[in-house]
């Protein structure tokens, strides 16, 4: 998962960084914490946290926790 979203992040200088889970806070801040100690330093992030909705963790479970990156592709096309 470290691997994907460093790909998606690569050749970008801003991007929005989601982050939410189930049960796993502890997992999925270690995960966040990976996630920012090697994301180029000329990337500007903005960064949010949040649990899973009840509908999603009635499909994957209480152990669940994601990433969600809107890079500067995305932002821009929505200008």
Do not use: Q
């Not at 806070?25 to 100690?37: G, N, P, Q, R, W």
């Amino acid at each position: 998962m470290l691997e994907l979203a460093l790909k998606k992040l690569d050749n970008n200088n801003k991007a929005w960084l989601g982050f939410a889970h189930g049960e796993r806070f502890d997992d999925m801040d270690s995960f966040k914490e990976k996630l920012i100690s090697e994301i180029n330093d000329n990337l500007n992030y903005e960064t949010f946290t949040t649990r899973i909705s009840p509908t999603l963790g009635c499909h994957v479970g209480p152990s669940v926790y994601a990433v969600i990156i809107l890079n500067l592709n995305f932002i821009n096309n929505l200008i």
